[in-house]
């Protein structure tokens, strides 16, 4: 199996001719029913933008006190301004080891306190930059998400309304990971994450260049494949609710990380997930598969009201 490259220029330039968008769609859809993953050329956003994420996540996490690092650590929900959902983590599993920062689109709501999901971002005082490029970022990939659901659509063949009211006010998330540098010896620790498929619609996965830490399970579910960074792309891989939309003809693929080089990797994935209150059911018109999901909305199984997966 291969995760191909795919130029998404054509699609995003208002001058091209529908044939032209829908041969750029059809290669999207083929890597999401085929493979779930594929890297993302010709996506507009400036390769300086990208740098500029990696280098000031990799400040933070190299540079940042114990004190500043617990200063937005992910608080419980209710507790003073917690929602269980943003700021600063350190896991140390036997199955997963790395520190990430987490930001979501922050919604209207009351509070604090706060209930899941419902809180406000807790940005490093350090690097100072490090919010304003990550707003700017996340504009970018935003809109490119919206894009790459009409794209989907077109491809489907279905209305391009019923994706894009579903993921126009994406409940979005920006997260920055750091694997720790592997040391031998009787102090080693675990860099990574255990396998699994993520979540939401469309995760955008940019990482620094390391090779050989994220592998992506093949079709025959016993090779595992490296996806390495592709300067200038991104890794672009389908979530579980895009599975569910599309009757699980788009594939969210499982995959995992194994960090051993000695140097510390930094991954920036963002989530591209539905909006708070979208519905989560198959919505290409089979009408048996449809009641799967019935009455179930998105910040159900966000907040783990709803049992995932139902
Ligand atoms: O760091 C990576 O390469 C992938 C991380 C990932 O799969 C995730 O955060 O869901
Ligand atoms: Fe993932």
Same mark, same amino acid.
């Not at 260049?209 to 050989?212: A, F, I, L, P, R």
């Given at each position: 199996m291969q995760i191909p490259v795919i130029d998404f220029s054509a699609f995003l330039d208002i001058s091209s001719s529908i044939d032209t968008k829908l041969e750029t769609a059809k290669k999207l859809d083929k890597a999401c029913r085929e493979v779930g993953f594929f890297y993302l050329s010709g996506? +507009?956003?400036?390769?300086t933008l990208f740098s500029e994420m990696l280098s000031n996540a990799k400040q933070f996490f190299a540079t940042a006190s114990r004190e500043e690092k617990d200063e937005i650590k992910v608080k419980p929900s209710g507790e003073k301004s917690g929602d269980d959902s943003r700021g600063y983590r350190l896991v140390t599993r036997a199955d997963a080891g790395y520190e990430a920062v987490d930001f979501l689109r922050e919604l209207e709501s009351e509070g604090p306190?706060?209930?899941? +999901?419902l809180g406000r971002n807790q940005w490093p005082r350090?690097?100072?930059s490090l919010r304003s490029i990550a707003e700017e970022y996340t504009t970018h990939l935003v809109a490119l998400g919206v894009a790459i659901m009409k794209a989907f659509a077109l491809a489907l063949d279905v209305p391009e309304e019923i994706f894009s009211s579903r993921v126009d006010e994406s409940f979005w998330q920006l997260r920055l990971a750091a694997y720790p540098g592997c040391k031998k010896g009787p102090d080693q620790v675990k860099s990574g994450l255990y396998q699994h498929s993520d979540f939401g619609i469309l995760t955008f996965l940019l990482t620094d260049?390391?090779?050989?830490s994220l592998k992506v399970l093949a079709p025959n579910g016993e090779d595992w494949i490296s996806a390495d960074p592709i300067p200038g792309t991104l890794i672009c891989n389908i979530g579980d609710m895009l599975s569910i939309w599309t009757d699980g003809i788009y594939k969210s693929t499982q995959h995992k990380v194994l960090h051993v080089s000695q140097d510390m990797r930094i991954s920036i994935p963002f989530f591209f997930d539905p909006n708070w209150n979208a519905r989560i059911e198959?919505?290409?018109?089979?009408v048996e598969k449809k009641s799967k999901g019935k009455g179930v909305n998105y910040k159900d199984i966000f907040t783990g009201a709803i049992k995932y997966p139902y």
């Open positions: 996506h +507009g956003i400036d390769p306190p706060y209930t899941k +999901g350090t690097p100072a260049e390391h090779k050989g198959p919505v290409l018109g089979n």
